[in-house]
């Protein structure tokens, strides 16, 4: 069996989807097919000897859309690639958006505004009554608002062509009710019109009167025009898949320097081949996959596992494309290039995941198919009935058409798309970014939580955590570290430093300094020799660590890194770091579970230290050492075990399995390639958003199926009444504009009840949740440089948004004269502030608002 993608055109809806599925599906040697409307694509396998891929692209145009074979120019209508595509439709939607409103506003406007003035108690403009009113501008009043409405039908056509022509086949879409329903109000708007002339011409002004009330030409139009600015946020939604895919792309490097014949050369890497003998420089991405022949480096290798250190390589040790070469020249043979690539794997499970993703199964379209035979066979008894009663041609088809206005699909239409854009509103006021209506109905389904851990349960970069002095002092100990690690590249020399400045100390100058790559570092402080390393560093070196034992071992199993130093072969401390777990990550996880949902951690990071950020926020379970596709497959093995898996993560390493949930959440602060893979973006990086994301959701889905309650209530009422069923009893006829005011009253009670939604409040943490802002605490220090005085304040900020807003606000803060150390906490909206001197509350705010925050606390 021969796996194949096609890319996929025309397809407005899920039936549309449903419709070329089943069309493929009927083709023999057929299997797994699976067609993605967010994505535009077809994904299936199929026996080559029974079928073709022209056979395939044939059974798609016979169902009515363009098909072609992905990444080829076999198509059946001119193609782009698939941003091109999306773009594209972006584009022409907002164009014909913005051309229809040009024409709706004006007939809205002449068809209403006695209405609009009667509404209000003013009089109508004279130039309009001179124009429009009176039955003897009747004709002027139709043919005014019939040309506005032809370019508004004109710019729509796509309704009217795709909706008849899926009717015709024998499968009905949302197309198919819009199309009808705003025919059939201008239907009867021409009718009128020629009712209207006959009574001129015969002097029936009584005829011309009662037809002039009875236009629906602006109901035509608005109908259409409704429906076009759903389907352009739906364009604007399906962008994403294909951006992710080109930052994947990106990582891999375009060229290679090999060994040739003794000497380098630099080809391109796409002509790289098994065997080949690759040189790669400090600063530059490996590009293939192979075995290190000889040099010594660190690698980062966070593109694919997560791990936020880099990984020490020597001779014999595997290496993998798209990952960074850090600070060594390193000389390696080429075992996997091309597409057998790690970061080619990764790339080809992002495609096939979005690929496979089911579209949001909007109601609507599954009700299409019922809903429009049966309102059709309706209006036609209707109309026959009342001609098989004597009654007249004129009157049995006001009786039809009074049907088909009826059910006119404006609420049918708003329900979902207005719901999910106060949704999709409410979570961007509140820092959650959702993509599609797919991640909301996907997420109020959920029932297990997946989530990395570096960078999403935790900070993502190490900070000390534990300073043990030994022969010396705290803070000469730190000084020390930070002048040894000061001309270090390693991620864990950055929180020493970090360290050391936050605790006002300057780092002891050192000279000599050298890196021994993988181990450690030497340097001297005036006449006495440093190091800085492991504890196996230590020992080569003639340094004992026994007498730490102990602190190693718990530390250890803690998941921290312990960096010892020496002076003079003697063991001077020892200082850990670790990836802090995020003050809310603790708090959302409770919440997770008490939602009734299995929360499971999935980490490319070591066994170790898996467990015990399992242990601190009391996980049931933790799964380590996960590379990228055992991600994506561990979330494919809890959805073939009937689960709906929600996926939270922030590196590239993530991005297959975000892509391959039912709804990927991304963390703000990670790549844009996992943001891209994903659902949802949480741009304060706090995993209580994700919490409020599934919230959300639930509260959208429940709101949709209250607005399909509303959409139909009407329609079950009156649609008998506008057949005239209580005619013969009571007398009682339902005219065509009553039936237009119960859609509007239908559209209102719509939009109303979505609007509902704005009340919805996300989860906050309860953590650092006191109202100690604005007070300032003294604190005093005796060292050996005598007695010193700190403020320490607490500030409340607002408007912070971002990781980017938190960092403005740390270095306006950090400028200030006096001011010894910053601590921003974004999810509270605080900055801790500690100086040697007093800081007025209007200093603060300058400073503040200077940045382009507001100080409230």
Same mark, same amino acid.
């Given at each position: 069996?021969?796996?194949?993608?096609?890319?996929?055109?025309?397809?407005?809806c899920?039936?549309?989807?449903?419709?070329?599925?089943?069309a493929?599906?009927?083709?023999?040697?057929?299997?797994?097919?699976?067609?993605?409307?967010?994505?535009?694509?077809?994904?299936?396998?199929?026996?080559?000897?029974?079928?073709?891929?022209?056979?395939?692209?044939?059974?798609?145009e016979?169902?009515?859309?363009?098909a072609?074979l992905?990444?080829?120019?076999?198509?059946?209508?001119?193609?782009?690639?698939?941003?091109?595509?999306?773009?594209?439709?972006?584009?022409?939607?907002?164009?014909?958006?913005?051309?229809?409103?040009?024409? &709706?506003?004006? !007939? *809205?406007?002449? +068809?209403?505004? #006695?209405? /609009?003035?009667?509404w209000? =108690?003013?009089? $109508?403009?004279?130039?309009?009554?001179?124009?429009?009113?009176?039955?003897?501008?009747a004709?002027?009043?139709?043919?005014?608002?019939?040309?506005?409405?032809?370019?508004?039908?004109?710019?729509?056509?796509?309704?009217?062509?795709?909706?008849?022509?899926?009717?015709?086949?024998?499968?009905?879409?949302m197309?198919?009710?819009?199309?009808?329903?705003?025919?059939?109000?201008?239907?009867?708007?021409?009718?009128?019109?020629?009712?209207?002339?006959?009574?001129?011409?015969?002097?029936?002004?009584?005829?011309?009167?009662?037809?002039?009330?009875?236009?629906?030409?602006?109901?035509?139009?608005?109908?259409?025009?409704l429906?076009?600015?759903?389907?352009?946020?739906?364009?604007?939604?399906?962008?994403?898949t294909?951006?992710? &895919?080109?930052? !994947? *792309?990106?990582? +891999?490097?375009? #060229?290679? /320097?090999?060994?040739?014949? =003794?000497?380098? $050369?630099?080809?391109?890497?796409?002509?790289?081949?098994?065997g080949?003998?690759?040189?790669?420089?400090?600063?530059?991405?490996l590009?293939?996959?192979?075995?290190v022949?000889?040099?010594?480096?660190?690698?980062?290798?966070?593109?694919?596992?997560?791990?936020?250190?880099?990984?020490?390589?020597?001779?014999?040790?595997?290496?993998?494309?798209?990952?960074?070469?850090?600070n060594?020249?390193?000389?390696f043979?080429?075992?996997?290039?091309?597409?057998?690539?790690?970061?080619?794997?990764?790339?080809?499970?992002?495609?096939?995941?979005?690929?496979?993703?089911?579209?949001?199964?909007?109601?609507?379209?599954?009700?299409?198919?019922?809903?429009?035979?049966?309102?059709?066979?309706?209006?036609?008894?209707?109309?026959?009935?009342?001609?098989? !009663?004597?009654?007249?041609?004129?009157?049995?088809?006001?009786?039809?058409?009074?049907?088909?206005?009826i059910?006119?699909?404006?609420?049918?239409?708003?329900?979902?798309?207005?719901?999910?854009?106060?949704?999709?509103?409410?979570?961007?006021?509140?820092?959650?970014?959702?993509?599609?209506?797919?991640?909301?109905?996907?997420?109020?389904?959920?029932?297990?939580?997946?989530?990395?851990?570096?960078?999403?349960?935790?900070?993502?970069?190490?900070?000390?955590?534990?300073?043990?002095?030994?022969?010396?002092?705290?803070?000469?100990?730190?000084?020390?570290?930070a002048?040894?690690?000061?001309?270090?590249?390693?991620?864990?020399?950055?929180?020493?430093?970090?360290?050391?400045?936050?605790?006002?100390?300057?780092?002891?100058?050192?000279?000599?300094?050298?890196?021994?790559?993988?181990?450690?570092?030497?340097?001297?402080?005036?006449?006495?020799?440093?190091?800085?390393?492991?504890?196996?560093?230590?020992?080569?070196?003639?340094?004992?660590?026994?007498s730490?034992?102990?602190?190693?071992?718990r530390l250890?199993?803690?998941?921290?890194?312990?960096?010892?130093?020496?002076?003079?072969?003697?063991?001077?401390?020892?200082?850990?770091a670790?990836?802090?777990?995020?003050?809310?990550?603790?708090?959302?996880?409770?919440?997770?579970?008490?939602?009734?949902?299995?929360?499971?951690?999935?980490?490319?990071?070591?066994?170790?230290?898996?467990?015990?950020?399992?242990?601190?926020?009391?996980?049931?379970?933790?799964?380590?050492?996960?590379?990228?596709?055992?991600?994506?497959?561990?979330?494919?093995?809890?959805?073939?075990?009937?689960?709906?898996?929600a996926?939270?993560?922030?590196?590239?390493?993530?991005?297959?399995?975000?892509?391959?949930?039912?709804?990927?959440?991304?963390?703000?602060?990670?790549?844009d390639?996992?943001?891209?893979?994903?659902?949802?973006?949480?741009?304060?990086?706090?995993?209580?958003?994700?919490?409020?994301?599934?919230?959300?959701?639930?509260?959208?889905?429940?709101?949709?199926?209250?607005?399909?309650?509303?959409?139909?209530?009407?329609?079950?009422?009156?649609?008998?009444?506008?057949?005239g069923?209580?005619?013969?009893?009571?007398?009682?006829?339902?005219?065509?504009?009553?039936?237009?005011?119960a859609?509007?009253?239908?559209?209102?009670?719509v939009?109303?009840n979505?609007?509902?939604?704005?009340?919805?409040?996300?989860?906050?943490?309860?953590?650092?949740?006191?109202?100690?802002?604005?007070?300032?605490?003294?604190?005093v220090?005796?060292?050996?440089?005598?007695?010193?005085?700190?403020?320490?304040?607490?500030?409340?900020?607002?408007?912070?948004?971002c990781?980017?807003?938190?960092?403005?606000?740390?270095?306006?803060?950090?400028?200030?004269?006096?001011?010894?150390?910053?601590?921003?906490?974004?999810?509270?909206?605080?900055?801790?502030?500690?100086?040697?001197?007093?800081?007025?509350?209007?200093?603060?705010?300058?400073?503040?608002?200077?940045?382009?925050?507001?100080?409230?606390?």
């Amino acid at each position: 069996m021969k796996k194949e993608r096609f890319t996929i055109t025309g397809m407005t809806c899920s039936a549309c989807s449903a419709r070329v599925e089943k069309a493929v599906t009927k083709l023999a040697g057929t299997q797994d097919v699976s067609v993605n409307l967010l994505t535009n694509s077809l994904q299936l396998a199929y026996d080559e000897g029974q079928l073709s891929p022209a056979q395939i692209i044939a059974a798609v145009e016979q169902a009515g859309y363009g098909a072609s074979l992905k990444d080829t120019k076999q198509t059946s209508e001119p193609q782009a690639d698939g941003d091109d595509i999306w773009a594209k439709d972006a584009a022409a939607l907002q164009q014909r958006l913005c051309l229809s409103l040009v024409f &709706l506003l004006p !007939l *809205m406007y002449i +068809a209403m505004h #006695q209405m /609009v003035y009667g509404w209000l =108690g003013l009089p $109508v403009p004279e130039i309009i009554q001179t124009i429009f009113a009176g039955p003897e501008n009747a004709l002027t009043f139709t043919l005014v608002q019939f040309l506005l409405l032809l370019p508004i039908m004109y710019l729509n056509r796509k309704y009217y062509i795709n909706g008849f022509r899926n009717l015709f086949q024998g499968a009905p879409n949302m197309d198919s009710l819009v199309g009808m329903g705003s025919m059939a109000a201008a239907v009867f708007g021409a009718f009128a019109m020629f009712r209207m002339s006959w009574g001129l011409g015969h002097g029936d002004w009584g005829l011309v009167a009662e037809y002039s009330r009875n236009l629906y030409f602006e109901s035509a139009g608005m109908i259409v025009t409704l429906i076009t600015v759903g389907k352009f946020m739906e364009a604007k939604a399906k962008g994403k898949t294909g951006a992710a &895919l080109a930052g !994947l *792309m990106a990582l +891999a490097p375009q #060229q290679a /320097v090999v060994m040739r014949g =003794g000497q380098e $050369v630099t080809i391109p890497a796409d002509s790289l081949a098994v065997g080949d003998e690759i040189v790669v420089r400090p600063g530059e991405r490996l590009p293939a996959d192979g075995v290190v022949l000889s040099g010594q480096t660190s690698v980062d290798e966070s593109a694919l596992t997560g791990e936020s250190l880099p990984v020490f390589k020597q001779p014999g040790d595997k290496v993998t494309a798209a990952t960074l070469n850090k600070n060594g020249a390193i000389h390696f043979r080429a075992e996997k290039v091309g597409g057998d690539t790690a970061i080619s794997q990764i790339i080809r499970l992002v495609e096939e995941a979005s690929a496979s993703k089911a579209p949001l199964a909007r109601l609507a379209d599954r009700i299409a198919g019922v809903f429009v035979p049966v309102v059709i066979i309706i209006a036609l008894a209707a109309g026959g009935i009342w001609l098989a !009663l004597g009654e007249s041609v004129e009157f049995a088809f006001s009786m039809a058409i009074s049907v088909l206005v009826i059910s006119c699909p404006c609420a049918l239409g708003l329900a979902t798309p207005v719901a999910i854009m106060v949704g999709t509103g409410k979570g961007a006021e509140n820092g959650i970014l959702i993509k599609s209506g797919e991640v909301l109905e996907n997420a109020q389904a959920v029932d297990t939580v997946v989530m990395d851990k570096t960078g999403t349960i935790t900070e993502g970069k190490p900070v000390v955590t534990d300073v043990i002095p030994l022969a010396l002092s705290e803070s000469e100990l730190t000084a020390l570290a930070a002048g040894l690690e000061k001309n270090s590249e390693h991620p864990l020399a950055e929180a020493v430093m970090a360290y050391a400045a936050e605790k006002g100390l300057t780092p002891v100058p050192v000279n000599d300094f050298q890196a021994v790559i993988g181990k450690g570092l030497t340097g001297r402080a005036g006449a006495s020799l440093c190091l800085a390393g492991n504890a196996a560093f230590m020992e080569e070196q003639g340094v004992d660590t026994a007498s730490c034992h102990k602190e190693l071992t718990r530390l250890t199993a803690e998941g921290k890194t312990p960096l010892l130093f020496a002076q003079d072969g003697r063991l001077a401390g020892i200082i850990a770091a670790a990836d802090r777990v995020k003050e809310s990550s603790s708090e959302a996880i409770r919440q997770l579970k008490q939602m009734g949902l299995e929360v499971i951690m999935l980490t490319g990071d070591n066994e170790r230290t898996a467990e015990a950020v399992r242990r601190r926020l009391g996980l049931t379970k933790c799964i380590a050492g996960v590379l990228p596709a055992m991600k994506e497959q561990h979330i494919a093995a809890l959805q073939a075990a009937g689960h709906k898996v929600a996926m939270i993560g922030d590196g590239i390493n993530d991005a297959p399995a975000l892509a391959r949930a039912d709804a990927g959440i991304a963390i703000g602060a990670g790549t844009d390639v996992a943001m891209d893979s994903a659902d949802a973006v949480l741009i304060r990086s706090n995993l209580l958003d994700a919490v409020s994301a599934i919230k959300l959701s639930r509260a959208v889905i429940r709101n949709i199926k209250e607005n399909w309650f509303w959409a139909f209530i009407y329609n079950i009422i009156c649609i008998p009444l506008a057949a005239g069923l209580l005619y013969p009893a009571f007398g009682l006829k339902l005219s065509p504009m009553i039936g237009a005011a119960a859609m509007s009253m239908s559209s209102v009670c719509v939009v109303l009840n979505a609007l509902r939604l704005r009340s919805f409040r996300p989860e906050r943490s309860d953590a650092g949740s006191e109202n100690t802002q604005g007070n300032q605490e003294r604190q005093v220090s005796v060292g050996k440089e005598g007695i010193k005085m700190a403020m320490e304040t607490e500030l409340k900020i607002e408007g912070m948004m971002c990781a980017h807003c938190q960092k403005h606000v740390n270095d306006a803060l950090s400028k200030m004269a006096g001011v010894t150390a910053v601590e921003v906490n974004l999810e509270a909206g605080t900055a801790k502030v500690t100086a040697g001197r007093d800081i007025s509350r209007d200093e603060f705010a300058q400073v503040i608002t200077d940045a382009g925050y507001e100080l409230v606390g």
